[in-house]
Nanobody, 123 residues
């Protein structure tokens, strides 16, 4: 089992950047594929980005390609989401998730979730 704690959310102006972190505790972090999801008010939780066990491959939702970057440091049991060129429509609670399947983009494919961190993009 793994416990996940997100941090790094906050208020940022349009066009700005934020870096989210997700610290994992528990065993065998490097055996989990990791993902970031987000949920805006009144909307379903949606996939944002994922990264494979080793960190060799990252994959993204079309809406964030070229602006967001997911990375992981298995030595620190941490996964990151660098978000650049933020837009008001990126406002949401961002969740970190861990699963057993590489290339997973569906909520059901992730077994463990953090509590979420709020990102607000507004002038």
């Amino acid at each position: 089992q793994v416990q996940l704690v997100e941090s790094g959310g906050g208020l940022v102006q349009p066009g700005g950047s934020l870096r989210l972190s997700c610290a994992a505790s528990g065993r065998s972090f490097s055996r989990y594929a990791m993902g970031w999801f987000r949920q805006a008010p009144g909307k379903e939780r949606e996939f944002v980005a994922g990264i494979t066990w080793s960190g060799a491959t990252a994959y993204y939702a079309d809406s964030v390609k070229g602006r967001f970057t997911i990375s992981r440091d298995n030595a620190k049991n941490t996964v990151y989401l660098q978000m650049n060129s933020l837009k008001p429509e990126n406002t949401a609670v961002y969740y970190c998730a861990a699963g057993f399947t590489n290339w997973a983009t569906a909520r059901a494919e992730y077994a463990y979730w953090g509590q979420g961190t709020q990102v607000t993009v507004s002038s």
